[in-house]
């Protein structure tokens, strides 16, 4: 199954989204990374459901989320920061 990692504690995930959760999810993605684009803001990126390593101990997954300036392959690592002055 999916799981959270919180202060070193295990989390079952919820089941899957719901088909509505994940329509509303593209469109709010879709959104914002359209704007992102607009304003030409290359080092940020929308993202859904992407682990991000808060540390050794608490991993978690949002399911709407933008990242700036995070050149990780496989799971985010950075904490979030407001990069884009334009946006």
């Given at each position: ?12 995930m919820a089941p899957a989204a ?11 993605i879709f959104q914002l990374q ?39 392959t496989n799971y985010l690592i ?10």
């Open positions: 199954g999916n799981w959270e990692l919180i202060e070193g504690y295990p989390i079952s719901t088909k509505k959760h994940q329509i509303i999810s593209r469109e709010i359209s704007n992102l684009d607009k304003n030409d803001c290359k080092e940020c990126e929308a993202f859904y459901e992407v682990d991000w390593k808060v540390d050794n101990q608490t991993v978690v997954r949002p399911d709407v989320l933008v990242v700036c300036n995070d050149n990780s950075k904490t979030p920061k407001n990069y884009c002055r334009n946006y």
